[in-house]
Structure formats: C-alpha cells, structure tokens
C-alpha cells in the first residue's frame, strides 16, 4: 500500500508541475506537458499495479510492458512491417489518392454530387466487422485484404472533406478568375486547391487513424502468420497480456508519427491559414 500511496503523490506532484508549466508562452515548455504527463501516469500505473498486486492477467506493469518490448523487437518489428508498412500505409496512399481524384471528378459533376454522396455516407456508416472478412475472402490472407479494407474505411472520409474544401471559394473570388480568362484547370489549380488544402489534410489527419485501426482489425478475420492484430489475438487466447500491451504501445507509436507526420506537412502548406499561426 505504501507504494500505492508514493505513486500517488509523485503523480500529484507532477500534475501541478504541468500545471505551472501549460501557463508558460515559451513553445518549447509547453511540448513538455504531455511528455511529463503520459510519464506520470506511467508511474501512477506502476505504483497501483505493484503496490496492490494486481494480477499481470489482468493489467501487466509497465516495466514487465517495457521488458517484453525490449526481448521482442525482432517479432514486433515483423509485425509493423505486415500491417503498418504494408496493409495501413498502402491502403492510406491509394484510399486517398483515389478520393482526391473523385473528389475533382465530384466537383465538376452535379449527378455525382447528388448520387455518390449519399451512397457514400452510406457506405461509411457499415461496420468494419461486417466489411472486412468479405474483402479478406475476396483478396486472401496476406497484406493485400488487409489494405482493401483500409481503402474502403479512408476512402469516403477524405472524399467528403476535399469534396467540402473545394466549396469554400467565394462568388467574388470565382468571378475574378473569370475575369482573368482563366480556365476551369487554372481556377482549380491557383485558387480552389490551394483553399481546400486545410480540408484535405483534415481528412488525410482522419484517414491517419483509420488506416491503422482498419489494418489491424481486419487481421482478426484472416492474416498470415504475423501482424500486429494477428500478435493480439493470439496472445490474448495464451494469456500473454504484456505482449499484447507491447504491440498496442507500437500501435500508439506508429499513429502518433503517422499523424504527426501529417500534420507537420499541413503546417508547411498550409501557413497562411489562421488555424496555423499563434
């Protein structure tokens, strides 16, 4: 119990830290807090999971979660590569891909506009339980299943968001490119895109997340012999908790990157935005 209690108070003590610190204007301060954060909670999880013997069954301690990490890299690493590298990254690039393309194609037509839409929301709205074993039995086992079911999970999220961002031109503004003579390509390459790009990378932020979700939960419905959703499934049924919590911590890690690494091009495409300064 009395380990319980010193996790406690180092976690207090750490939040009011962070509290002094998230005042401060210095940029570099403040990207502290959450690391400061997550790191109390990580000691607040070891303290309570030790200190009241919980079961590793149950909730294994972030050191025995560390330790099984560092034994197992060579699995782990397998795994990313099955479903980051592979299933998530290429079904991101051609779900997007393909949605900014409709997306143009949506723009220029108001039969599109009024019949892909709706069925899009409809489709968007089926559950990936129920979408991703008829894709794993359509395109096999290996990586490719698991890179459809994240083209069918990216794919509308972007097109609505693009197909939204290419609206956001004002009459006066269209009317000064006609104008000019500019042609539909002119206007659509000087004036529409470049005010959809915070749209377009508000959908790609989506796709980010979902890709990754969509990967690994296709890998419960059919995977090779590696994979990150494989790995969990499995040791779930071997009661093997901490290779599990190991594999979600790689999971965070990937999409945290993924994301950032996003966000990080939108803010060097998108400067002139408002949403961009401060």
Not at 13 to 22: D, G, H, I
Not at 67 to 92: C, H, N, R, Y
Not at 250 to 262: D, H, P, Q
Request: hydrophobic share 60%; net charge positive.
């Amino acid at each position: 119990m009395m380990m319980v209690l010193l996790a406690v108070l180092v976690w207090l003590a750490l939040w009011a830290l962070n509290v002094r610190l998230a005042r401060s204007a210095a940029g570099g301060v403040r990207a502290a807090v959450p690391l400061i954060f997550g790191l109390a909670t990580l000691i607040l999880w070891e303290g309570v999971v030790r200190g009241l013997e919980v079961s590793p069954i149950i909730l294994p301690a972030p050191s025995a979660i560390a330790a099984k990490f560092v034994t197992e890299i060579p699995t782990l690493w397998v795994d990313f590569s099955q479903t980051v590298l592979k299933g998530a990254l290429s079904g991101f690039v051609i779900g997007c891909a393909a949605a900014f393309a409709m997306a143009v194609a949506v723009d220029r037509s108001p039969f599109l506009q009024r019949g892909l839409l709706p069925f899009g929301n409809f489709v968007a709205a089926l559950p990936i339980v129920g979408t991703a074993p008829i894709l794993v039995n359509w395109f096999g086992f290996d990586w490719h299943s698991k890179a459809a079911v994240v083209v069918v999970m990216v794919f509308f999220p972007m097109l609505t968001n693009t197909v939204q961002g290419l609206r956001e031109t004002d009459a006066m503004q269209r009317d000064l490119m006609r104008t000019y003579a500019a042609s539909y390509l002119q206007t659509l390459l000087k004036l529409r895109l470049p005010a959809a790009m915070p749209f377009v990378f508000n959908g790609l932020k989506i796709a980010t997340t979902l890709a990754l979700i969509g990967a690994i939960v296709a890998e419960y419905f059919g995977s090779p012999t590696r994979g990150m959703g494989f790995r969990i499934s499995t040791e779930v049924g071997r009661l093997g908790l901490d290779m599990v919590w190991a594999e979600i911590a790689v999971a965070a890690l990937a999409g945290s990157v993924f994301y950032g690494t996003v966000a990080m091009i939108e803010k060097g495409v998108t400067f002139w935005h408002p949403s961009q300064r401060g």
